[in-house]
């Protein structure tokens, strides 16, 4: 599985034509190969190529934002003008960000995907989450400068690979808006060799040519319709025809040249990290306790149970709804039995699937053992807490024996933690995501309690 050749065109710097290049480009690789697909998006809201490929006046209904949700991108593009496919911009960039939560969700997301030739990503003039997406999943990242502030500027994205432990192999530095009139005396000529020079000094690899500023081409951006026109039918007559026509050869040929692709890598590490998560899921099943420390009932994980899941140090496992009502009652209300106290035992069945609940063993004696019992939200805030002193006759000490007296879990001062499980299946508590969040939360109550 290849996935797409992706290329990311990204500058810290605005106004340095990173959307005319990403535009352009995307057409005359097609225009070099009819046959290849060439998929375009931008993470700006400036709605640029929105204007330059759509077909018609009415809007997708889909858009960018989309790419990070569980929807594969290939069900998000529109087929657009000059046979380029693109993805609908996004007006709402907090939204955007919010839900590119990691660096690598745009990679994954595309490695998955059924997209293939070329992606082409426009980003931002910052490196936010999103250029960072792009960036961590790109083959090809040019970036184009026009001036000693926008060169100066890379370091940022270089860096930035350095951090995620990435070759800078597919950084290129890519001259753009180079006014030819301008003409020096001594070793460099005019500001294209100027810039190439800078940027090689600095250990920078560059694109072979530039991208020359046109009057012309300029004014195809400009017109009381609003549209966008592309270089490639309405600025033949220009140097930036033959400009543009040789980059896209250079991606063209590195594409062709590429082995192995960021996509494939990404979609192998995925794999690799399904596959360890669930060995881990199993050992983890494999270890829970096999019944209900309360009652000795078998707690499948699996089918239409109720039950909540308790955790402390290396021990886990269910405890029967039941039983941890009843230990509840004790504890938090003073009840010595919630048979028949319906009303309050249904306010406590209404409220318990949002809390989280701790439990410690104090202090301990031949008349009895003093508990100590927190009550958190759903987000490991704490609630209440009660001290509770158990005597051996208690009806709840049936349920506390078989967490402590039964060596489940020792009298040492270990908390025990409890959530409730989906009553569907309990099991499912301890997948993926649900369980690093479970653990962060868990987490987040005993260093409150330390």
């Known amino acids: 599985m290849p996935g797409p050749y992706v290329v990311a065109v990204s500058s810290e710097k605005g106004g340095v034509g990173k959307t005319t290049l990403a535009t352009n480009l995307a057409i005359y690789l097609k225009a070099l190969d009819e046959e290849l697909p060439v998929t375009l998006f931008s993470f700006d809201n400036h709605f640029s190529v929105d204007k330059m490929f759509r077909i018609g006046q009415s809007p997708g209904s889909a858009a960018v934002d989309a790419l990070f949700a569980p929807r594969p991108p290939e069900d998000l593009v529109e087929l657009g ?40 990503i426009d980003t931002r003039p910052d490196l936010d989450i999103l250029t960072q997406n792009a960036l961590f999943a790109a083959d090809r990242v040019i970036v184009p400068v026009k001036d000693a ?58 694109l072979e040519g530039y991208i020359s500023k046109s009057p012309k081409v300029e004014s195809l951006n400009t017109n009381p319709e609003g549209k966008i026109y592309p270089v490639l039918t309405y600025g033949r007559n220009t140097d930036v025809h033959s400009q543009f026509s040789q980059l896209a050869r250079q991606v063209f040929t590195d594409m062709r040249s590429t082995g192995r692709r960021r996509c494939a890598d990404l979609h192998q590490a995925a794999q690799s990290a399904a596959a360890a998560e669930n060995r881990t899921l199993t050992r983890r099943l494999a270890s829970l306790a096999a019944t209900c420390p309360g009652c000795g009932q078998n707690l499948p994980v699996s089918g239409d149970r109720h039950a909540f899941y308790w955790e402390a140090n290396e021990r886990a496992g269910f405890l029967d709804e039941a039983c941890f009502t009843a230990l509840v009652f004790r504890l938090a209300y003073g009840q010595q039995d919630a048979g028949d106290r319906a009303p309050l035992l249904e306010l406590f069945r209404e409220t318990a699937a949002q809390s989280l609940y701790a439990l410690r063993c104090e202090e301990t004696s031949p008349a009895g053992s003093t508990y100590r019992f927190f009550r958190f939200d759903d987000e490991g805030r704490e609630i209440s807490r009660r001290q509770i002193f158990s005597h051996p006759e208690d009806q709840t000490s049936e349920v506390l024996r078989g967490l402590f007296d039964s060596g489940v879990v020792n009298r040492d001062g270990s908390l025990i933690t409890f959530c409730p499980a989906p009553a569907k299946a309990p099991g499912s508590i301890l997948e993926k995501s649900a369980y690093r969040n479970l653990r962060a939360l868990f987490a987040r109550m005993t260093e409150h309690l330390s």
Not at 88 to 113: H, I, N, Q, T
């Open 81 to 120: 003008q000059y046979g380029v496919q693109f993805i609908p911009s996004c007006s709402d960039l907090e939204s955007l960000r919010r839900k590119a939560r990691k660096v690598g969700d745009l990679g994954r997301a595309l490695a998955a995907s059924g997209l293939s030739g070329i992606v082409i």
């Open 149 to 206: 502030p926008s060169l100066e500027n890379c370091k940022n994205l270089h860096d930035f690979f350095d951090r995620q432990g990435l070759s800078r192999r597919p950084l290129r530095i890519l001259p753009c808006l180079i006014d030819g009139r301008i003409q020096y005396d001594g070793p460099f000529r005019n500001p294209h060799e100027l810039l190439r020079a800078y940027a090689i000094n600095r250990g920078y690899r560059c």
